[in-house]
């Protein structure tokens, strides 16, 4: 086996925008190799119920993902379980050095590395990181039955996180640092009824408490941000759910980045500075943030694609 592999279009990332860029790309007979990172499928693969997918009124998002990869490989394109790390888009063909050990060039790329959770930078948190402190209940909400948690964050995802959580711990508090949330209202809805759940509002966490030994979460301190008044609130479990931010660590030094590290595109479409580098999903969008959203713009830059290589011949 060669350590080097040349492709017309190279895929980076699998969540909805790489799944459905392969779908496009293999159905114009472009071949494109799909590699998939290191959370195959995505941010979708950490949720539970999906509501909002066209033609699904309910799925779980692992098995949306498991259909979306077959898709992609009956279409056509060749999915590869590895991890890009490094990236040269300096010239062309574009050169990709995986974990693996290949290098994989291309003709034309095309960016779909999505999001990762948010952290709150504190240094407690990074101690219990793994030992009670997580960004993912649907992960390990099931290691907190018949205990009590706390999840920090006021959108979508903190109120996903704190209904899921509901199905394993006797209570949870959501502690969010403004006096009304920023999630969906059906969403809202949901958490006002849960009797398990309790909103402390106005405050912001500073501190992850616990023990030693064993390492373990017993709590978190919280301040009002009003006030300036501390609360320690008793947990098992601290649950970081504030949203998420691009993985642009990769063109990071080569592409035009804004909001805060989404990949900059030319509006109404997936080009970026570079001819032939294409941005799709959420390491683009950072106003709508959805599954559906995202596969719509892997299907833009699949076609973009296909334009640019097809202009060149």
Same mark, same amino acid.
């Given at each position: 086996?060669?350590?080097?592999?040349?492709?017309?279009?190279?895929?980076?990332?699998?969540?909805?925008?790489?799944?459905t860029?392969?779908?496009?790309?293999? &159905?114009?007979?472009?071949?494109?190799?799909?590699?998939?990172?290191?959370?195959?499928?995505?941010?979708?693969?950490?949720?539970?119920?999906?509501?909002?997918?066209?033609?699904?009124?309910?799925?779980?998002?692992?098995?949306?993902?498991? &259909?979306?990869?077959? *898709?992609?490989?009956?279409?056509?394109? %060749?999915?590869?379980?590895?991890?890009?790390?490094? =990236?040269?888009?300096?010239?062309?063909?574009?050169?990709?050095?995986?974990?693996?050990?290949?290098?994989?060039?291309?003709?034309?790329?095309?960016?779909?590395?999505?999001?990762?959770?948010?952290?709150?930078?504190?240094?407690?948190?990074?101690?219990?990181?793994?030992?009670?402190?997580?960004?993912?209940?649907t992960?390990?909400?099931?290691?907190?039955?018949?205990?009590?948690?706390?999840?920090?964050?006021?959108?979508?995802?903190?109120?996903? %996180?704190?209904?899921?959580?509901?199905?394993?711990?006797?209570?949870?508090?959501?502690?969010?640092?403004?006096?009304?949330?920023?999630?969906? $209202?059906?969403?809202?809805?949901?958490?006002?009824?849960?009797?398990?759940?309790?909103?402390?509002w106005? *405050?912001?966490?500073?501190?992850? =408490?616990?023990? %030693?030994?064993? =390492?373990?979460?017993?709590?978190?301190?919280? $301040?009002?941000?009003?006030?300036?008044?501390?609360?320690?609130?008793?947990?098992?479990?601290?649950?970081?759910a504030?949203? *998420?931010?691009?993985?642009? %660590?990769?063109?990071?030094?080569?592409?035009? =980045? *804004?909001?805060?590290?989404?990949?900059?595109?030319?509006p109404?479409?997936?080009?970026?500075?570079?001819?032939?580098?294409?941005?799709?999903?959420?390491?683009?969008?950072?106003?709508?943030?959805?599954?559906?959203?995202?596969?719509g713009?892997?299907?833009?830059?699949?076609?973009?694609?296909?334009?640019?290589?097809?202009?060149?011949e």
């Amino acid at each position: 086996m060669s350590d080097t592999r040349h492709t017309r279009v190279l895929i980076i990332g699998s969540g909805p925008a790489g799944y459905t860029a392969a779908v496009y790309s293999a &159905r114009a007979m472009l071949s494109p190799l799909l590699i998939q990172g290191l959370q195959p499928g995505g941010q979708l693969t950490i949720t539970t119920e999906v509501e909002n997918w066209p033609g699904e009124r309910e799925i779980q998002g692992p098995d949306l993902m498991v &259909r979306m990869e077959e *898709h992609a490989r009956a279409m056509g394109a %060749e999915v590869i379980s590895d991890y890009i790390s490094s =990236l040269d888009l300096s010239q062309r063909p574009f050169v990709a050095k995986a974990d693996s050990g290949m290098t994989y060039t291309a003709d034309a790329v095309i960016l779909a590395t999505g999001a990762q959770a948010r952290w709150l930078g504190l240094p407690s948190e990074e101690k219990f990181k793994g030992f009670g402190v997580s960004a993912c209940a649907t992960c390990d909400g099931f290691f907190y039955r018949g205990k009590e948690v706390v999840v920090a964050g006021g959108g979508n995802s903190a109120v996903e %996180e704190a209904l899921f959580l509901t199905n394993f711990a006797t209570k949870v508090t959501l502690i969010h640092r403004r006096d009304s949330l920023r999630a969906e $209202k059906i969403l809202q809805q949901r958490l006002f009824k849960n009797p398990k759940i309790e909103i402390l509002w106005n *405050h912001a966490i500073e501190e992850v =408490l616990g023990t %030693e030994a064993p =390492l373990g979460v017993t709590g978190v301190r919280a $301040k009002n941000v009003h006030t300036g008044e501390t609360v320690e609130v008793p947990c098992d479990g601290f649950f970081v759910a504030i949203g *998420h931010e691009p993985a642009s %660590e990769l063109v990071k030094d080569q592409l035009e =980045l *804004h909001n805060g590290g989404y990949v900059k595109v030319e509006p109404g479409t997936t080009r970026t500075a570079i001819p032939g580098v294409f941005a799709a999903g959420d390491l683009t969008d950072h106003v709508y943030r959805q599954a559906v959203t995202s596969a719509g713009m892997g299907c833009m830059a699949a076609l973009d694609a296909e334009r640019f290589l097809s202009g060149e011949e």
